[in-house]
């Protein structure tokens, strides 16, 4: 039974998810009996609203429908935009992540701070000091690890100034949604 590789899927939907103004992120291909599932991943600057999701659901779809890579098996499309787990790999992640609060590994230590201005190769990060917030500047090549932080409460105003505040688009910490999800059946011919 003929299921796509992922670097297949990335090859045919790479180019019309960002004709559609979104960064494709990542894609999992699993094999479950005669059912396969395909889990595509997908973000922007501005973010991933539901509607979008189901939009986008259905461009993919159409995608995967039009090629025999999947012969007559049934498979389950899942888009969904990433969660605050993902690991911040990607200028264009920093640069998204702006005002949220970050663990980060360097070579020597771990800096918990928010996250600030992305400008040549570095961040700036937001930390705490005995006279208050004060900004810290980290290389990118420098970063064995960096993950978001769940934030149950509001940022600290001096803080979320100080790291440029929150782009445009993007939703504020301490209001953060679950994931948007749709699951979309589809097969090929």
Avoid: C
């Amino acid at each position: 039974m003929p299921v796509p590789s992922r670097e297949r899927v990335i090859e045919l939907l790479a180019d019309p998810i960002g004709r559609e103004g979104y960064d494709l992120e990542d894609v999992t291909v699993t094999l479950a009996g005669r059912h396969s599932s395909v889990r595509v991943m997908v973000d922007s600057d501005t973010g991933l609203e539901l509607d979008e999701v189901a939009r986008l659901s259905h461009v993919i779809s159409e995608v995967l429908d039009s090629v025999s890579d999947f012969g007559e098996s049934p498979y389950t499309l899942e888009v969904t935009s990433p969660g605050i787990d993902r690991p911040l790999t990607e200028e264009r992640h920093w640069r998204r992540a702006q005002g949220r609060k970050v663990l980060i590994e360097l070579a020597e230590e771990s800096v918990t701070g928010r996250v600030g201005q992305l400008a040549d190769g570095g961040v700036d990060v937001v930390v705490k000091a005995k006279g208050g917030p004060v900004v810290r500047r980290v290389e990118l090549e420098d970063v064995r690890k960096a993950v978001v932080q769940v934030e149950f409460s509001r940022p600290d105003a001096k803080e979320l100034e100080l790291a440029g505040g929150i782009p445009e688009g993007r939703v504020a910490p301490a209001d953060v949604e679950a994931s948007n999800e749709v699951n979309e059946e589809g097969s090929d011919k």
